[in-house]
């Protein structure tokens, strides 16, 4: 963040300063103790089940420059000045919007029901060839980690990937008038959320809040390959370019080949094609790394630059994952699930387990709401029409995996059904074999992970 005085930030937040320390100035801001170094801003935010108000004398100890609290404590060290306010997290988000405005640098929002994150490492990893670009850090995209994220801008930015996540309407639209998106990505319409906002159209209606955004100066990348996303287009007054696989497209993938190393494609374009190789495997990172080609090509880079900065991509952790352990290979794609991004992924355990046994270990879904049983199924139907040898399922919902498998006709004596994770993990144990290919996947509340690190034992 631009360097400040606590005057100024205590103008921007609506600060009562009710005691000052011995520095002025601070830089840098952190909301974890545990993470803070000396002289920055620390904001104590309090949540449902903590109140960093209580932390606030770690805070002093470590030797914050200052600290925003929205009570004061009895006891006060001298160094550190004390900042009051009503709302620390408004405080916060206020001085993030105040911060982002500081900088006349493009901001591309990204999000979607699937793909928020690879997506946002690719097109950062895209730009990063020719300009100094601010990213999200992991998967800091909520009103907490937005702010937090746009507090990281400073002079040396030349432009910004931010990914917005929401659970509910009007919280895409918040988080843009914190962040003043340029640009905008929608990677696609999914089910994820579908238990508190209803609907699909919903779903699209929430996410379509970012391109109200975008000026006539402006533009969005909208996946083609699904209707939804393409009705959003006229919610924006900017350019608006689609991306996919069909012929129409603005940009386009053909000529497709994936591997366990990754994926091959040509890329077309109004200006030109490029052969592309992507260090990732999965079709559905082939149409991410379109919006990547995209955003790339309106800021001004050319093809091969753009080639390049996909060849370097590196994906935040538990996405896609090929971990080779002991000739066993294992997609790691456990960060989070939904049917779509299930099915994505089951797609990738049959390009990469070819002539090869292949194990599903799935994990239950959650926040799916009427459609829990049904979209279970249908990643069970998936699975056996992707050629998964064996499926192993962890949870209760996802027994309905198990289900639909058996249904579609998979064997009854190829499906293994546990609630616990150790009892999979056991399973698993007996059932592995040299050469399977074994893709691991759930909602981010199974902590697959936990599997993961069985295998790799």
Do not use: W
Not at 123 to 139: D, F, W
Not at 157 to 171: I, L
Not at 243 to 254: H, K, M, N, S, V
Not at 321 to 327: A, L, P, S, T, V
Request: hydrophobic share 40%; glycine share 10%; charged share 20%.
């Amino acid at each position: 963040m631009k360097t400040m005085s606590l005057d100024e930030i205590a103008g921007v937040i609506g600060a009562r300063q009710v005691q000052k320390g011995s520095v002025n100035e601070v830089s840098s801001v952190c909301t974890d103790t545990r993470r803070l170094k000396p002289g920055e801003l620390f904001f104590a935010l309090k949540g449902e089940n903590y109140d960093a108000n209580d932390f606030v004398e770690q805070g002093k100890a470590k030797q914050a420059a200052a600290v925003v609290v929205s009570r004061v404590l009895s006891a006060v060290n001298s160094g550190t000045a004390v900042l009051q306010v009503q709302d620390s997290l408004k405080a916060l988000q206020a001085l993030a919007r105040y911060n982002r405005q500081l900088f006349n640098i493009p901001v591309i929002g990204v999000t979607g029901s699937n793909g928020k994150t690879s997506t946002k490492d690719m097109i950062a990893s895209v730009l990063g060839v020719r300009y100094k670009t601010l990213k999200t850090s992991g998967n800091y995209n909520n009103e907490i980690g937005l702010p937090l994220t746009l507090l990281s801008m400073d002079s040396s930015h030349q432009t910004a990937v931010v990914e917005m996540a929401m659970r509910g309407r009007g919280e895409i639209d918040f988080l843009c008038q914190l962040a003043r998106p340029t640009g905008a990505v929608i990677t696609c319409i999914g089910e994820a959320h579908l238990e508190l906002l209803g609907s699909r159209e919903n779903i699209a209606a929430a996410k379509g809040e970012m391109l109200q955004h975008i000026g006539p100066q402006g533009f969005a990348l909208l996946s083609g390959n699904s209707s939804l996303t393409r009705q959003l287009a006229g919610l924006t007054a900017g350019k608006v370019l689609f991306y996919g696989t069909e012929p129409q497209l603005d940009i386009r993938a053909c000529d497709i080949q994936t591997g366990s190393n990754g994926s091959k494609f040509t890329v077309i374009t109004s200006r030109g094609q490029e052969d592309i190789f992507l260090p990732i495997p999965g079709r559905h990172n082939i149409i991410n790394s379109l919006a990547a080609v995209g955003v790339g090509l309106e800021l001004g880079l050319s093809l091969p630059e753009i080639k390049a900065g996909l060849a370097e991509v590196v994906l935040t952790g538990m996405r896609m994952e090929i971990i080779k352990i002991n000739g066993i290979t294992v997609i790691n794609d456990v960060y989070n699930a939904n049917p779509d991004s299930s099915k994505a992924a089951l797609t990738t355990l049959a390009d990469l387990g070819h002539n090869r046994r292949k194990i599903a270990v799935l994990g239950s879904m959650f926040e799916l709401g009427c459609r829990a049983v049904e979209g279970h199924r249908e990643v069970g139907r998936a699975a056996f029409a992707a050629g998964t040898e064996y499926l192993v399922t962890v949870g209760e919902l996802a027994r309905q995996i198990a289900v639909g498998a058996k249904n579609a006709g998979m064997p009854a004596d190829r499906i293994f059904v546990y609630e616990d994770k150790q009892r999979a993990c056991d399973c698993l144990g007996e059932l592995c074999k040299k050469e399977d290919v074994i893709l691991v996947k759930g909602s981010r509340g199974m902590h697959m992970e936990e599997v993961v690190s069985y295998l790799a034992q």
